[in-house]
């Protein structure tokens, strides 16, 4: 028996002894972990609202996350027709929300009357929360979207920066009590395991300028036509605006997945088109390159024979442009002098130079989706083919983006400094792509064509230069030609350099040359031109 009571004392000692450190551990030492993970067990899970850290543009104004939209928390026990009835004259969709016991939804729209009736008859919660996008969201497909499943970036600069804009868990959270009922005054908190790092305080600043974004949306927008436009910043290569038509809501992009206009492809970036008469600047780049001189002339008799291929000269009419020079030729868009000088170069030097000048491959590093367009190989540039070649057509396709770096090295005196989307670029490189002496050569060319060329008929407050290009292509099956423009302003003194394609577009100097001159002349109303403007 003494045995027994001495057994018994020793278990209770021994109980009595873990009781008192427990209850110390909790006291000193566990008191924090503890209540984190009570709070923990209180918290409601509410994914797929915007907890995504900001996209700004270059003077820090935001182009996302500036929205607001409404949230509807509602037990599920109390949600019945009626309350989807009234969410859906809302316009609201609902949010994932995992095991919690609330349905979750999202309106951009609120109705007083059926908020108080959702609050009455179903005891809703109704707070007021950010929202990613705009109904009218501007450079929507240079920034991308998120993917409505899980918030995280499906595309441009969502998707290339996804691992500065993205929190921890991205998850939102709101306070409820045991019984799982929202503890009143608590409202919508971003938490995360470490609630430090939840939020991403400085967002990712772009190149953009949201003013010019948006006015280059208008000008493409009005014209009516499907295309795009591609402002860079000449000396550092930075994209201003970049707009590419049809747009689509990145609230929406679920209901473009089966369409078949487009409306999710950045032509800026994924569109491959032949380029036309604009290529023709690269065979000035490589005839300068070699010496020849832009007054050295050409015969143009309207067409030009090779090997028993007829290829028409359409600027020159049935008669052709007669003597011609190079420079003339350029600014007239000749293709019978481009061909003859194709032959003359030869397709291996164009091809060097084209490569030299961006074309061929990816424009932004890193960028995701991008295409890098195609030059003809050695191979498929023999016989009849140097005159595809020598004027932007055959196998040669490019995108806007491309051609826009390409006619930007012309305007840097050679230079290529890259192209980029991020204001904060640390690995930018420049190099001389072609010399400083053939750029000059080639600007002044293009400068002719603005006063004597195809583009004469463009008139702004500014002096431009530039190219206008018509290329023959393949569009849903059927024979079309898509219109070019692209070149820079001032003429002299370059700061901008602006490239625009217009789908189906005919002639470049009638559909495509209008909206480059309008871009230059918003640059000028807006006095985004920094150094005296030369006429």
Same mark, same amino acid.
């Given at each position: ?204 600043? &772009?190149?953009?300028?949201? /003013?010019?974004?948006?006015?280059? +949306?208008? $000008? =493409?927008?009005?014209?009516? %036509?499907? @295309? ?108 019978? &002098?481009?061909?003859?000088? /194709?032959?003359?170069?030869?397709? +291996?030097? $164009? =091809?060097?130079?084209?490569? %030299?000048? @961006? ?108 190219? &206008? ?9 059927? +024979? ?56």
């Amino acid at each position: 028996m003494r045995k027994r009571i001495a057994f018994v004392t020793a278990a209770l000692g021994i109980l009595t002894l873990a009781l008192i450190g427990r209850l110390a551990y909790i006291q000193f030492w566990g008191h924090q972990d503890l209540s984190q993970a009570a709070s923990a067990q209180q918290m409601i899970a509410l994914e797929g609202a915007n907890t995504r850290g900001l996209i700004y543009d270059r003077n820090h104004t935001p182009l996302v996350g500036n929205n607001q939209e409404y949230i509807f928390i509602i037990r599920e026990k109390n949600f019945d027709g009626e309350s989807k009835r009234a969410l859906n004259l809302m316009g609201a969709r609902e949010l994932k929300n995992t095991g919690s016991g609330y349905k979750v939804f999202a309106s951009k729209s609120y109705d007083k009357e059926l908020g108080q009736q959702l609050i009455r008859n179903s005891s809703a919660y109704i707070l007021e929360a950010g929202r990613r996008y705009g109904q009218q969201q501007k450079a929507v497909h240079i920034l991308g979207y998120v993917n409505p499943q899980d918030a995280s970036g499906a595309t441009g600069i969502e998707l290339m920066c996804e691992s500065q804009l993205s929190l921890l868990n991205k998850r939102i959270f709101t306070t409820a009590d045991v019984k799982g009922n929202i503890l009143q005054g608590k409202g919508l908190v971003v938490r995360t395991a470490m609630d430090e790092d939840s939020y991403v305080k400085e967002g990712v600043v &772009t190149t953009l300028d949201a /003013g010019l974004q948006g006015a280059v +949306e208008d $000008i =493409l927008r009005g014209s009516g %036509k499907n @295309g795009a436009i591609v402002v860079l910043k000449r000396e550092t290569g930075e994209i201003v605006a970049s707009a590419s038509t049809p747009v689509f809501d990145p609230n929406r992009v679920s209901e473009y997945m089966s369409s078949d206009k487009n409306e999710l492809v950045n032509k800026v970036t994924q569109g491959t088109y032949p380029p036309g008469s604009v290529f023709k600047i690269v065979l000035a780049a490589a005839a300068a390159e070699q010496g020849i001189s832009p007054d050295k002339t050409f015969v143009c008799k309207g067409y030009e024979m090779i090997n028993g291929q007829k290829v028409i000269c359409k600027t020159g009419g049935e008669e052709g442009h007669g003597t011609i020079t190079l420079r003339d030729a350029l600014a007239q868009s000749c293709n019978s &002098t481009f061909i003859q000088l /194709g032959q003359e170069l030869g397709a +291996e030097t $164009i =091809l060097q130079t084209a490569k %030299k000048m @961006g074309l061929g491959e990816m424009a932004i590093k890193d960028y995701p989706g991008q295409k890098e367009g195609k030059l003809m190989t050695l191979q498929q540039s023999q016989g009849a083919a140097i005159a595809n070649l020598s004027i932007g057509q055959g196998e040669t396709l490019a995108t806007p983006l491309q051609i826009a770096r390409m006619t930007n090295i012309i305007a840097n005196g050679g230079i290529d400094p890259g192209v980029h989307i991020l204001l904060e670029d640390g690995e930018t490189q420049e190099k001389q792509a072609i010399s400083s002496n053939a750029a000059e050569e080639v600007r002044s060319m293009m400068e002719k064509t603005m006063s004597d060329g195809t583009g004469k008929s463009l008139t702004a407050d500014v002096s431009m230069a530039g190219k &206008t290009g018509s290329a023959e292509a393949s569009l849903g099956g059927k +024979e079309t030609v898509h219109g070019w423009m692209t070149g820079f302003a001032p003429a002299q003194n370059p700061e901008y350099t602006i490239t625009v394609f217009v789908e189906n577009g005919q002639s470049g100097s009638q559909s495509a040359g209008p909206l480059f001159a309008q871009v230059v002349q918003y640059l000028s109303d807006s006095k985004s031109f920094e150094r005296p403007l030369d006429f």
